[in-house]
Protein backbone atom coordinates (compact mmCIF):
# COMPACT_ATOMS: atom_id res chain seq x y z
CA UNK A 1 0.00 0.00 0.00
CA UNK A 2 1.46 3.62 -1.02
CA UNK A 3 1.88 6.45 1.90
CA UNK A 4 -1.07 7.73 -0.11
CA UNK A 5 -3.35 5.15 -0.12
CA UNK A 6 -2.60 4.41 3.95
CA UNK A 7 -3.34 7.92 4.49
CA UNK A 8 -6.71 7.85 2.92
CA UNK A 9 -7.43 4.51 5.01
CA UNK A 10 -6.20 6.23 8.64
CA UNK A 11 -8.76 9.26 7.19
CA UNK A 12 -11.78 6.63 6.41
CA UNK A 13 -11.16 4.84 9.59
CA UNK A 14 -11.01 8.09 12.01
CA UNK A 15 -14.25 9.30 10.07
CA UNK A 16 -16.08 6.40 10.89
CA UNK A 17 -15.54 6.97 14.48
CA UNK A 18 -16.19 10.52 14.51
CA UNK A 19 -19.33 9.86 12.53
CA UNK A 20 -20.30 7.21 14.89
CA UNK A 21 -19.48 9.43 17.95
CA UNK A 22 -20.97 12.68 16.85
CA UNK A 23 -23.07 12.09 14.18
CA UNK A 24 -22.92 13.28 10.40
CA UNK A 25 -23.82 17.11 11.87
CA UNK A 26 -22.07 17.36 14.62
CA UNK A 27 -18.61 15.78 12.83
CA UNK A 28 -15.51 17.76 12.20
CA UNK A 29 -13.20 17.75 9.47
CA UNK A 30 -10.30 19.46 12.03
CA UNK A 31 -11.23 16.08 14.54
CA UNK A 32 -11.29 13.59 11.50
CA UNK A 33 -7.38 14.97 10.75
CA UNK A 34 -6.38 14.79 14.31
CA UNK A 35 -7.99 11.30 14.70
CA UNK A 36 -6.29 9.93 11.73
CA UNK A 37 -2.66 11.67 12.47
CA UNK A 38 -2.59 13.92 9.64
CA UNK A 39 -2.91 17.40 8.87
CA UNK A 40 -6.08 19.04 7.82
CA UNK A 41 -4.41 19.65 4.17
CA UNK A 42 -3.85 16.01 3.88
CA UNK A 43 -7.92 15.62 4.37
CA UNK A 44 -8.81 17.71 2.37
CA UNK A 45 -6.08 17.10 -0.79
CA UNK A 46 -8.04 13.48 -0.87
CA UNK A 47 -11.74 14.38 0.42
CA UNK A 48 -13.14 17.88 -0.68
CA UNK A 49 -15.52 17.93 1.83
CA UNK A 50 -17.41 16.18 4.75
CA UNK A 51 -19.73 14.89 2.69
CA UNK A 52 -17.92 13.70 -0.61
CA UNK A 53 -15.84 12.02 2.93
CA UNK A 54 -19.45 10.58 4.38
CA UNK A 55 -20.06 9.08 1.02
CA UNK A 56 -16.87 7.31 0.25
CA UNK A 57 -17.93 5.61 3.76
CA UNK A 58 -20.80 4.92 2.15
CA UNK A 59 -19.04 3.48 -0.77
CA UNK A 60 -17.05 1.37 1.77
CA UNK A 61 -20.49 -0.60 3.12
CA UNK A 62 -21.73 -1.22 -0.36
CA UNK A 63 -17.91 -2.39 -1.24
CA UNK A 64 -18.48 -4.91 1.65
CA UNK A 65 -21.89 -5.84 0.61
CA UNK A 66 -21.74 -6.10 -3.32
CA UNK A 67 -18.39 -8.24 -2.75
CA UNK A 68 -20.25 -10.45 -0.66
CA UNK A 69 -22.40 -11.14 -3.26
CA UNK A 70 -20.12 -12.16 -6.07
CA UNK A 71 -20.97 -15.75 -6.10
CA UNK A 72 -22.15 -17.37 -8.76
CA UNK A 73 -25.10 -19.16 -9.64
CA UNK A 74 -24.77 -22.90 -9.53
CA UNK A 75 -26.95 -25.08 -11.37
CA UNK A 76 -25.97 -28.12 -10.10
CA UNK A 77 -26.69 -26.89 -6.73
CA UNK A 78 -30.20 -28.44 -5.39
CA UNK A 79 -32.47 -25.48 -5.17
CA UNK A 80 -32.94 -25.07 -1.64
CA UNK A 81 -29.21 -25.43 -0.82
CA UNK A 82 -28.39 -22.69 -3.68
CA UNK A 83 -31.10 -20.54 -1.58
CA UNK A 84 -28.88 -21.49 1.70
CA UNK A 85 -25.60 -20.17 0.11
CA UNK A 86 -26.77 -17.18 -1.27
CA UNK A 87 -28.76 -16.40 2.07
CA UNK A 88 -25.04 -16.75 3.72
CA UNK A 89 -23.62 -14.36 1.45
CA UNK A 90 -25.97 -11.61 3.25
CA UNK A 91 -25.83 -13.45 6.45
CA UNK A 92 -21.84 -13.37 6.56
CA UNK A 93 -22.42 -9.79 6.75
CA UNK A 94 -24.55 -9.50 9.53
CA UNK A 95 -21.99 -11.54 11.79
CA UNK A 96 -19.08 -9.52 11.06
CA UNK A 97 -19.11 -6.50 14.12
CA UNK A 98 -17.09 -4.34 11.82
CA UNK A 99 -19.86 -4.38 9.04
CA UNK A 100 -23.07 -3.79 11.45
CA UNK A 101 -20.87 -1.10 13.10
CA UNK A 102 -20.98 0.86 9.90
CA UNK A 103 -24.21 -0.52 8.63
CA UNK A 104 -25.38 1.04 12.26
CA UNK A 105 -23.97 4.50 11.37
CA UNK A 106 -24.45 5.04 8.04
CA UNK A 107 -28.56 3.93 8.80
CA UNK A 108 -28.72 6.54 11.42
CA UNK A 109 -27.54 9.29 9.13
CA UNK A 110 -29.33 8.40 6.19
CA UNK A 111 -32.80 8.03 8.38
CA UNK A 112 -32.59 12.10 8.58
CA UNK A 113 -30.56 12.60 5.25
CA UNK A 114 -33.24 11.18 2.19
CA UNK A 115 -30.55 12.35 -0.37
CA UNK A 116 -27.85 10.04 1.23
CA UNK A 117 -30.64 7.53 1.82
CA UNK A 118 -31.12 7.52 -1.99
CA UNK A 119 -27.18 7.94 -3.08
CA UNK A 120 -26.57 4.66 -0.97
CA UNK A 121 -29.30 2.54 -2.78
CA UNK A 122 -27.63 3.88 -6.11
CA UNK A 123 -24.23 2.18 -4.83
CA UNK A 124 -26.37 -1.13 -4.05
CA UNK A 125 -26.61 -4.45 -6.36
CA UNK A 126 -27.61 -6.84 -3.51
CA UNK A 127 -31.00 -6.88 -4.77
CA UNK A 128 -30.33 -7.24 -8.54
CA UNK A 129 -28.56 -9.75 -7.69
CA UNK A 130 -31.15 -12.18 -5.58
CA UNK A 131 -33.53 -11.41 -8.38
CA UNK A 132 -31.42 -13.19 -10.96
CA UNK A 133 -30.93 -16.21 -8.97
CA UNK A 134 -34.75 -16.20 -8.80
CA UNK A 135 -35.04 -15.78 -12.24
CA UNK A 136 -32.38 -18.19 -13.53
CA UNK A 137 -34.06 -21.06 -10.92
CA UNK A 138 -37.44 -20.11 -12.12
CA UNK A 139 -35.83 -20.61 -16.08
CA UNK A 140 -34.87 -24.12 -14.71
CA UNK A 141 -38.40 -25.03 -13.43
CA UNK A 142 -36.62 -25.11 -9.61
CA UNK A 143 -39.06 -22.02 -8.86
CA UNK A 144 -42.32 -20.37 -9.66
CA UNK A 145 -43.00 -16.98 -9.99
CA UNK A 146 -44.08 -14.40 -12.25
CA UNK A 147 -42.38 -11.44 -10.43
CA UNK A 148 -39.29 -12.76 -9.66
CA UNK A 149 -38.23 -9.45 -7.79
CA UNK A 150 -40.94 -9.27 -5.58
CA UNK A 151 -40.08 -12.63 -5.08
CA UNK A 152 -35.92 -11.61 -4.30
CA UNK A 153 -37.22 -9.14 -2.30
CA UNK A 154 -39.47 -11.27 -0.15
CA UNK A 155 -36.68 -13.06 0.47
CA UNK A 156 -34.00 -11.18 1.15
CA UNK A 157 -36.59 -9.24 3.84
CA UNK A 158 -37.31 -12.63 5.42
CA UNK A 159 -33.86 -12.88 6.41
CA UNK A 160 -33.07 -9.04 7.19
CA UNK A 161 -36.45 -8.78 9.22
CA UNK A 162 -35.03 -11.17 11.85
CA UNK A 163 -31.17 -10.86 11.38
CA UNK A 164 -30.66 -7.45 10.51
CA UNK A 165 -32.99 -4.76 11.72
CA UNK A 166 -33.41 -6.10 15.06
CA UNK A 167 -30.21 -6.47 15.86
CA UNK A 168 -29.00 -3.40 14.09
CA UNK A 169 -30.84 -0.95 16.72
CA UNK A 170 -29.48 -2.32 19.95
CA UNK A 171 -25.67 -2.97 18.12
CA UNK A 172 -25.91 -6.19 18.86
CA UNK A 173 -24.22 -8.80 16.52
CA UNK A 174 -25.64 -11.82 15.95
CA UNK A 175 -24.61 -15.31 16.55
CA UNK A 176 -23.35 -17.39 13.51
CA UNK A 177 -25.64 -20.48 14.82
CA UNK A 178 -28.76 -18.02 15.28
CA UNK A 179 -28.44 -16.66 11.88
CA UNK A 180 -28.00 -20.20 10.15
CA UNK A 181 -31.32 -20.82 11.71
CA UNK A 182 -32.97 -17.82 10.33
CA UNK A 183 -31.95 -18.56 6.96
CA UNK A 184 -32.89 -21.96 6.60
CA UNK A 185 -35.85 -21.07 8.08
CA UNK A 186 -35.95 -18.20 5.34
CA UNK A 187 -35.76 -20.57 2.64
CA UNK A 188 -37.97 -23.08 3.74
CA UNK A 189 -40.73 -20.70 4.00
CA UNK A 190 -39.92 -19.11 0.50
CA UNK A 191 -39.94 -23.00 -1.27
CA UNK A 192 -43.32 -23.31 0.84
CA UNK A 193 -44.46 -20.19 -1.56
CA UNK A 194 -42.37 -20.44 -4.79
CA UNK A 195 -40.69 -24.39 -4.59
CA UNK A 196 -41.94 -26.58 -7.54
CA UNK A 197 -43.04 -29.96 -6.04
CA UNK A 198 -41.55 -32.80 -7.46
CA UNK A 199 -44.34 -35.21 -9.14
CA UNK A 200 -43.61 -38.98 -8.80
Not at 62 to 89: C, F, H, K, V
Amino acid sequence: MSVSDQKKKQIVEAAIAEFQEKGYAGASMDRISERAQVSKRTVYNHFDSKEVLFKAINQCLADQINSALELPYDPDLPIRDALIRLGWAEGELMINPCFMSLARMIMSETIRDPELAEDMNQRMTKLVVFTEYVERATREGKLRTDNPEVAAAQFLGLIKSRAFFPNIHIGRVPEREEVSNIIEESVDMFLARYGVKETV
